[in-house]
């Protein structure tokens, strides 16, 4: 039997687990190699990820000694080497499946929720702006897609909404699964982004950031001055999740009983971009909602669309309230050289002959039926915000459904 130097330790309960480098688990799931002659370990990064399906971090002894030109029979070398920080490059998610999910809606619970709220024009035009898909893993599921700003699909969470009330089917089990998961993709890499990350193309507005998709899709509706993105859970709100936001002003919007957690988070994320922290649910809340968990939504969803629109809303109200200022220092936010960049089709051809032919077209007034799935109410403001999307994300293959929808309603008019 061989007897190696370096050996990934030993379970001896959760204290010989540690949290992994890469995916940053809580739920500590790396391994780290000892050195049997001293029994210390080799460096922090120096390990195994056990959760080998989504994950699959591995970096090995071999690896680190090389990397940093260090012998074998060098003592307490980790005493005097730098840790290096190992980026690992992630996988995608092809854009054929999400194209393939924009679709079938009046199978899709959450879908159906939200044309309970608003008309059709609106929930379309959130389905297009937030590639709201469906999925078959689930009867009725939906998929919110996290695209980032290179137009790269990382992943996509599945989840169930009862139809009446939009809330999460939570029984007999908490029906989420990630799209990665659900393909049983080998070695996928998985790093994820924020919800709705594809959209701060747009420099002039404020960022808001939520904890939940759907929070972030119904506040884009009643608060359009922002842009909406998500978190997807309460501990989500990371360092490396919020780079992508350097220089910006966010505002964070927290569920109730997470606005300490976020206040605090906001201050240690301030070197980033410039963090304030909204107070609403917090002071508006009754105790019976409080002890429901409401959220952004909940308490939005309990004014009229049309009047609260029209009734701008008091700063107090809306605006983010903080106690102490937090202070910014700004620092130089390296960009990831382990992402490259997509290789872009060009459309312009496409969208100048879009853009002459509905320039001199005669539009309809009224409603237009595009597909099974949409309606059409305002066909100018449609094919406006349409075309600006495609010159934004020109040749970019997740955007390609802005460019089908144009050309079906061409083939209408």
């Not at 949409?374 to 999307?389: E, P, Q, R, Y």
Request: proline share 5%; net charge positive; hydrophobic share 35%.
């Amino acid at each position: 039997m061989t007897n190696y130097r370096y050996i990934l330790e030993p379970y001896k309960g959760i204290s010989s687990r540690y949290i992994c480098p890469e995916c940053k688990q809580r739920n500590k799931t790396f391994t780290l190699y000892i050195d049997t002659e001293t029994g210390q370990h080799i460096n922090s990064n120096v390990g195994r990820c056990n959760r080998e399906t989504s994950c699959g971090f591995h970096y090995s002894p071999k690896q680190y000694f090389t990397d940093n030109n260090i012998s074998n029979d060098r003592s307490n070398f980790q005493l005097r080497v730098k840790p290096k920080v190992i980026e690992v490059k992630p996988n995608f998610i092809e854009p054929e499946l999400l194209k393939a999910s924009l679709q079938n809606y009046d199978a899709n619970n959450f879908i159906i929720y939200l044309n309970s709220l608003f008309d059709k024009e609106i929930t379309n035009g959130l389905i297009s702006k937030y590639f709201i898909g469906t999925s078959k893993y689930w009867n009725n599921a939906t998929v919110f897609w996290q695209i980032d700003t290179k137009g790269k699909i990382r992943t996509g969470k599945i989840m169930l909404y009862n139809n009446t009330t939009g809330k999460r089917v939570k029984q007999p089990h908490s029906f989420i699964q990630w799209v990665h998961s659900a393909l049983k993709l080998e070695n996928f890499k998985l790093k994820q982004s924020l919800f709705g990350e594809h959209l701060i193309t747009d420099k002039l507005k404020t960022i808001a950031i939520v904890e939940s998709e759907k929070t972030a899709i119904i506040a884009s509706v009643y608060l359009p001055q922002f842009i909406w993105l998500a978190v997807g859970s309460l501990t989500n709100l990371t360092n490396d999740k919020c780079k992508i936001l350097e220089g910006r002003k966010v505002v964070l919007f927290p569920d109730l009983k997470a606005f300490d957690k976020w206040n605090i988070r906001a201050k240690e994320l301030s070197h980033i971009a410039k963090f304030t922290i909204s107070d609403l649910l917090e002071s508006k809340a009754t105790d019976t909602e409080k002890e429901n968990g409401f959220d952004l939504a909940d308490y939005l969803i309990k004014f009229d669309l049309a009047t609260f629109l029209k009734n701008e809303p008091k700063s107090n109200e809306i605006e983010p309230i903080q106690n102490k200022p937090i202070i910014i220092k700004p620092i130089a936010i390296e960009p990831q050289q382990t992402i490259k960049p997509i290789i872009k089709t060009d459309w312009n051809n496409d969208i100048m002959e879009l853009e002459a032919y509905f320039k001199n077209a005669i539009l309809p007034h009224g409603p237009i039926k595009l597909n099974h799935c949409s309606i059409i109410t305002d066909v100018n403001n449609f094919i406006d915000t349409h075309l600006k999307t495609l010159k934004i994300n020109n040749g970019k293959p997740t955007f390609e459904p802005y460019l089908n929808r144009l050309q079906q309603l061409k083939q209408l008019i």
